[in-house]
Structure formats: C-alpha cells, structure tokens
C-alpha cells in the first residue's frame, strides 16, 4: 500500500518552533512533488508549502513565508516543515501530499490539492500560550 504518515504536531507557544515530519510507505518520494496543506477549524483547506520532486523548486503561502522552510531527504524518503516564529493562526490540522512533479509553479492549482494522489492522515498543530 502507498502511504504517507505525519508526525511532529503538538502544542506550542506563540513564536516556538515545531518540525513537521512526512514520511512515505510502500512508495520512493524520489519522483513525487510534496505539499503541505492544513486545515484550521471551521474553515478550508489551504495549500501551505509545495517540493518539487529535485527539491529545486519551493513555494509557499503568502502567510508563512519567511517563517516556515520545507526540504526533502529522499534518502530518508521523508519530507519536512520547519515552522518558526509560530503564531495562533497557524493552528490546524497539518496534512502532507504527494503528486505528480510540475505543481508548484501553479500556485492555485496546488493550494486545490489538484494533482495531489496521496494524501496523510494529518497532525494537529495548536499554537496557543
């Protein structure tokens, strides 16, 4: 089976950091595009970082950029998320990706999920002091 498993949520203050781990099953990353996307209470879900398949390519959100970093190890066949300087509106539940390569360049696409074929079961990040 092709799985995709998170780890690394919890509770944080306002302005700590917390690192997110993706990690694949039954499939290699080596040729997936990684996204993370998350999910606040009561609201939709919203595209937060895209990987390309080389790690060449990033994108974020408007909201987390200069706070959070994505990077893959495809020797570890795991994607992360370094979320720094986290703020209460970061709470949600915190999902990994994985699709064809070619989508991070489409912003609007991805923060759709469009393209996305694995999906994780998400990890609860709450940021609250």
């Known amino acids: 089976q092709l799985q995709l498993a998170e780890s690394g949520g919890g509770l944080v203050q306002p302005g700590k950091s917390l690192r997110l781990s993706c990690a694949a099953s039954?499939?290699?990353?080596?040729?997936?595009?990684i996204g993370w996307f998350r999910q606040a209470p009561g609201k939709e879900r919203e595209g937060v970082s895209c990987?390309?398949?080389?790690?060449?390519?990033?994108t974020y959100a408007d909201s987390v950029k200069g706070r959070f970093t994505i990077s893959r190890d495809n020797a570890k066949n795991t994607v992360y998320l370094q979320m720094n300087s986290l703020k209460p509106e970061d709470t949600a539940a915190y999902y990994c990706?994985?699709?064809?390569?070619?989508?991070?360049?489409?912003?609007?696409?991805?923060?759709?999920?469009?393209?996305?074929?694995?999906w994780g079961k998400g990890t609860l990040v709450t940021v609250s002091s």
């Open positions: 039954g499939f290699t990353l080596d040729y997936y595009t």
């Open positions: 990706a994985a699709g064809k390569d070619g989508l991070c360049s489409r912003w609007n696409l991805f923060s759709l999920g469009y393209g996305m074929n694995y």
């Open positions: 990987i390309s398949s080389s790690g060449g390519s990033t």
